[in-house]
């Protein structure tokens, strides 16, 4: 069975199936918000989804994230460990890319079990 | 058991493993096409590879979108919701990007189950 | 269940869930290299982390490889397919992004089964 949540005009927010969540394409609402500020903002986010899924950011099995300032990235990690236990980390890829829109510095995706 | 479906010299169009087909990097064959007929094209060849899976568009659970140019992502939008009953929406992120060869403007991977 | 693998700071680099080996964010140590250089480096990397896995390449599914420069992907392509048997090719896209930090050219991301 395949559960669609959380429908936005082009896309659902998360889509469960077979005991995997697929979370994609978050953003931070203020794009005013400096990389460490977006980054709390998109962690709290995928928070949200993560419950709606019926799992939780222990249960995070991959994640990539798309920076638009690769000099900002220290302020990332930042606020990613501060969220994560050590032993949670999932595995993750950062990737510098050209624009994600706007002014936004950081978009994730993730993938999690539940 | 996995199987591996439509081979080109570097990859596989489809791998089915387990209940889930992965599709990976989609792009138009006619590259002058603009942001709307090349994402014609790219939807119109995942439903070519969802079909060799056996799956459908109604079965997507996750696709991430790469695109040159975000100014004309509403062009790529607007094709995208024609393409899909509402319901059926996978979870989705858009990633402007550098370069996708030559004057690509739009490459997809899917993953579906079937 | 889930296990966690090989541990960064930021990181696991293989998360193993239900049949499914997540590896993700693979780049050269040496950024001095060239792209064959790097490419053979990540590759020899990727084979650990399948290892450590219980799985080996053989058995991957999809692949995501971003590169900085899209002029010398056919060099990584070279590598790639003495890298891999035709038959076991994954499904696969490359994507040419802004910047992987430093002179990096190549980072791979990879789910396998195991």
Not at 19 to 38: K, N, P, R, S
Not at 51 to 71: H, P, Q, Y
Not at 90 to 110: C, H, K, S, Y
């Amino acid at each position: 069975m395949t559960e669609r949540l959380l429908r936005t005009p082009t896309l659902h927010r998360v889509v469960r199936h077979n005991g995997l969540a697929f979370i994609g394409g978050i953003v931070a609402d203020d794009e005013g918000l400096d990389m460490a500020g977006q980054t709390r903002e998109v962690l709290s986010k995928l928070d949200a989804y993560l419950r709606e899924a019926g799992s939780d950011r222990s249960k995070l099995l991959s994640v990539t994230i798309f920076i638009t300032d690769m000099n900002v990235k220290p302020q990332m990690d930042a606020v990613w460990k501060e969220w994560l236990a050590p032993e949670d980390l999932p595995t993750r890829a950062t990737i510098g890319v050209a624009d994600l829109g706007g002014t936004t510095l950081i978009e994730l995706i993730a993938t999690a079990h539940y």
